[in-house]
């Protein structure tokens, strides 16, 4: 059963293509370079029409809650990579499916990060006609610097508090900035430098200091990966997880 490459989780699931870029970490987009770029699959940009994905493709979940239902174990699935979980363009009734195949699927920990974290409450308000948030769900955050965690890191706590996240999380990458966190910071850290064509230098005293404060705020601390993908050194080779043992279904 393939895994993806990306190394803090162990699937990625995209049950829709496509993304409007909404700051300076996503200048350089990965995903708008393979699936718009390279692959013509779907415009980007507001406005733009998004690509739901397969029925095929839609029951992968499925094999990997059962795999790890037999395992005896509960594997993480980052949604989206290919785009937004609380984009506004995305078609709602597209949300509300993909939650129903987290709901059947209790052994997947489904990782929702997303640049929109101010959209989750409301498209997971049953009054206003949206499905809960699965309880099986994690809640992300994307910040590329001091101004973007100072804007959306309390967002990401209350929703991940109001609608029963697992957990939260902050995706720094890429790191464009030294961040200090405190004691609202989420509460799994991942860091990492840009790669691609005109990849961003991030200066990896940055990344010591994040990893620090991470361990000050006993927060379990994932370094991804440097500036283009270049050797980690050795003092950042932290890859810590969540404590996912406890977590119920």
Known sequence: ??????????????????????????????????MDTRYGRVRWGAGEDRVRTSKDYWRQPFKWDRAAAIAGRRDTVFCLSLGDIWDNEVDPLWRRDAFRIMDVTPNLIYLLL???????????NPSAGNPLLPRNAALGSTFGDQEEYDRDQLKLKQAGEVLGALFTFASIEPMLGPIILDGNAPGWIICGGESGRGAREMDPQWARD??????????????????????IPSDLMVRQFPHLSGVQA
């Open 1 to 34: 059963m393939a895994k993806t490459k990306i190394e803090w989780c162990d699937f990625t699931f995209n049950p829709w293509l496509g993304c409007t870029k909404v700051g300076p970490p996503c200048d350089n987009c990965y995903a708008e370079s393979m």
């Open 114 to 124: 997303s640049k929109r974290i101010g959209n989750a409450e409301q498209m997971c």
């Open 210 to 231: 994040l990893r620090d404060a991470s361990f000050r705020l006993g927060r379990p601390f994932f370094m991804k990966q440097m500036t283009a993908k270049k050797p």
